[in-house]
């Protein structure tokens, strides 16, 4: 079965904290995307990847950052963790062509204190 | 900037009834439409896609309507079932594959 998976479920962090978020995908999908989810706003678009090293912002980029050095892994990194993104974090994947959906990890709840 | 609005945000529908879900949006260049289902504790799933091509897609019970000219789009779900009680939301994607997504109905179905 395909999978994507994200390496934590639940996270609680303290503010300031460097936080790292991992997601793992084995389909060889050529696209990786980080979103997160909040009631009432959807999901939102952070950063994504459609190559190795490649990354491109999203909607809401800022105080996150992406590292995608193979393929099959897209890690999201807050780099000061604010109390402002507390929130659910889905990894998606999906083939570089078209009309072709995204396959979600499960999320990981993040709690910033 | 909301690019995708959906309605409703919750939706109780009786056992056996039809659920209704709208979406619109205002990019013309958005080329593929689909809906996930989002059960708690679980990542959304591709439910059912469709393009502008066509103007209905069914698979089972489920149904998208797209209307071109509007600009929307809806999932129709027939004899609804408790086990269809979910998160359900629609999503547009333009040239880049990036999905940009509604802000999702809870639908809740009861006996």
């Known amino acids: 079965d395909v999978k994507v998976t994200q390496s934590s479920r639940y996270l609680v962090k303290r503010t300031g904290e460097k936080v790292f978020l991992e997601c793992v995908q084995d389909m060889d999908h050529e696209n990786m995307f980080w979103y997160r989810q909040d009631p009432g706003l959807g999901l939102r678009l952070i950063y994504f990847s459609y190559d190795v090293k490649m990354k491109e912002k999203g909607d809401i980029p800022e105080g996150y950052s992406v590292s995608r050095e193979k393929k099959e892994r897209f890690s999201l990194i807050l780099e000061s963790a604010s109390t402002n993104q507390t929130s659910m974090y889905l990894c998606a994947s999906s083939l570089l062509s078209p009309y072709y959906g995204y396959t979600f990890g499960s999320g990981t709840r993040l709690t910033v204190v | 900037q909301q690019q995708v609005k959906q309605s409703p945000q919750s939706l109780i529908v009786q056992k056996g009834g039809i659920s209704i879900i709208n979406c619109a949006y205002e990019?013309?260049?958005?080329?593929?439409f689909p809906w996930y289902q989002q059960f708690p504790g679980k990542g959304p799933a591709l439910l059912i896609a469709?393009?502008?091509?066509?103007s209905e897609k069914k698979e089972g019970r489920f149904t998208i309507s797209f209307n071109k000219s509007a600009k929307q789009f809806s999932l129709h779900i027939m004899d609804s079932q408790p086990g269809d009680s979910a998160t359900y939301f629609c999503a547009a994607r333009g040239g880049n594959e990036k999905l940009t997504f509604g802000t999702g109905t809870r639908l809740t179905i009861i006996p």
């Open positions: 469709i393009r502008p091509d066509v």
């Open positions: 990019n013309t260049a958005f080329d593929y």
